[in-house]
């Protein structure tokens, strides 16, 4: 499995941004498709982001396209989440995920396609 570690949650007013970052040590992060999830106070956890291991194709769930943006730095081997106008309903616990496959070509949009899982970062929005 790899390892992750995200930082960078916290509490802002709706309207605002934060940036979550994700960083491991996997030396063959470059051939993972990575993803961002969250899951919200009673709710099941759900997919927000993806980004490929080929050319960093970028994908969403339409709840946050065009307010959020997910890249990768194989070099630092990190993948982050650029979050703008957030609202209240952003409310949850962030997670970076690995996907199960290396050199995984597809969209992958299931919990069950990622193997491995960061901690988790709280995002609060509220005023």
């Known amino acids: 499995q790899v390892q992750l570690a995200e930082s960078g949650g916290g509490w802002v007013q709706p309207g605002y941004s934060l940036r979550l970052s994700c960083a491991t040590t996997e030396n063959m992060f470059f051939a993972y498709t990575m993803g961002w999830f969250r899951q919200g106070p009673g709710k099941a956890r759900e997919f927000v982001a993806g980004i490929l291991w080929t050319a960093g194709r970028q994908y969403y769930a339409d709840s946050v396209k065009g307010r959020f943006t997910i890249s990768r730095d194989n070099t630092k081997k990190t993948v982050s989440l650029q979050m703008d106008n957030l609202q209240p309903e952003d409310t949850a616990v962030y997670y970076c995920?690995?996907?199960?496959?290396?050199?995984?070509?597809?969209?992958?949009?299931?919990?069950?396609?990622?193997?491995?899982w960061g901690q988790g970062t709280q995002v609060t929005v509220s005023s």
């Open positions: 995920a690995a996907a199960r496959r290396r050199y995984q070509t597809t969209m992958i949009r299931d919990t069950t396609d990622f193997a491995s």
